[in-house]
């Protein structure tokens, strides 16, 4: 399994790999794209600047790929350089997945994740979690 930043020439690949898995996931163009690859994308994840760190989203891994540990690896390559805090925005279940990687939800907000964070709790179920550049280490 191949982990690496995608150039931005190869953004579109990404899209297509959510698409054909039915996710309404979304590479955003302004940050950094992240893929798992075997002979094709089976994991994906998108980091996009905010004020103090990066915002994670897109966090996707093919079901016929799950259980495997993939997702934790490619976060882990995806997050090793950045300085400042990463934050996602989750569904409650997903706490102990992201707590195995060391995201916490003992974390402060930028401003713009936590009006996000807001509008987001009105459709559904959400929590906030951070990851400090001093836990990646």
């Not at 934790?72 to 992201?98: F, K, M, N, Q, S």
């Not at 939800?105 to 936590?114: F, I």
């Amino acid at each position: 399994m191949h982990i690496e930043r995608l150039a931005p020439p190869l953004w579109p690949l990404l899209n297509k790999f959510y698409r054909s898995h039915d996710s309404s996931m979304k590479a955003l163009k302004d940050g950094q794209l992240w893929v798992a690859r075997d002979s094709e994308i089976v994991a994906g994840v998108c980091l996009s600047p905010v004020v103090g760190g990066q915002w994670l989203t897109g966090v996707f891994v093919a079901p016929t790929h799950r259980g495997q540990g993939l997702a934790a690896r490619l976060i882990g390559e995806a997050v090793a350089d950045c300085e400042g805090t990463v934050w996602l925005l989750c569904h409650p279940d997903l706490e102990r997945l992201y707590q195995g990687m060391g995201f916490s939800q003992d974390t402060v907000l930028p401003q713009s994740l936590s009006e996000r964070l807001v509008r987001y709790k009105r459709n559904k179920p959400m929590i906030a979690m951070g990851l400090n550049a001093l836990d990646k280490r």
